[in-house]
């Protein structure tokens, strides 16, 4: 079990009203992760989920029960923090069994959960160490453990992943991937990186000012963004924005074209620049092209060998089926 509905909920500190009304469903055994820039409402909604903040008004409901005026412990939700909070004089099995030794969870039953858990994070062989012997990732994962043992009917993440280093992002990135392959368990993951959300998510809240702008798979967010906001806060590098005739000509305020979704020749094509920085990533690289009389800058994805360089003349063409159209609202034509 663990399905979530969010009824009209709002949230304020004071006079600062940071959720305006927000409705959302999340179901059991999903993956659902809030994404959005800094100070949009993303640790709030997930505060207020697991009961840690009040709820101004609206309602809160998990698997079917009113849960907004109960308290953390009771929701059987369990969260995961950036900064673990480990106790640095307990063993790693003493960590993880923790919050059952506080919920009186009979010592056979412990020892049954603590091995489970162990096992689908690689710990088993850690388990008498302490914290400080254990690397970031590890740390992160005993954090984890404690949460599993708890049994919860879901989990909830803030930004687990963002005190570890990049590589370690990736690793943990796809043992949470796995771990929810595994349980089966609801998660609701809040990330401020769209590669994580795209990566993990089987559905993305994106949000803005506390403000639900889209709610979709990560593909449909790819390829249908509702608005610009959406278009480019996913997809890495950004879709590029162009206005003025060449839009108007598509009868849009504004057309979005991806940087994958163009081609780059250094003899012909619909459009002309000139080459600034180019980022070498190895499998691609990430033109910045000046002067196309598009936009200040247009970003281009081409094959890591392209051999053009700073200075030079290119052509570009974009794939017309790829053009994003928005109004003077921005919104998706
Ligand atoms: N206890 C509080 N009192 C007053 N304002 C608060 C409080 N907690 C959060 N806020 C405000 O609510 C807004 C949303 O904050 P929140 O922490 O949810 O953002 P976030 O999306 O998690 O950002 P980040 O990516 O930086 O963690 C911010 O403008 C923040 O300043
Ligand atoms: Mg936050």
Redesign the pocket.
Known sequence: MGRITLDKVTKS?GD?N?IPPLDLTINDGEFVVFV?P???????LLRLIAGLEDVSSGQIRIDGEDATNLPPAKRKLAMVFQSYALYPHMSVRKNIAFPMKMAGVPEDEQKRRIEGAAKALNLTDYLDRRPGQLSGGQRQRVAIGRAIVREPSAFLFD?PLSNLDAALRVNMRLEISELHNQLKTTMIY?T?DQVEAMTMADKIVVLRAGHIEQVGSPLELYREPRNKFVAGFIGSPKMNFIEGPVAAQQGAHTIGIRPEHITASASDGMWSGIVGVAEHLGSDTFLHIHETGLAETMTVRVNGEFNLRHGDKVFLTPEMDKLHKFDAKGLRI
């Open positions: 500190f600062v940071v959005g800094s100070g949009c409402g993303k640790s709030t930004e809040v401020h």
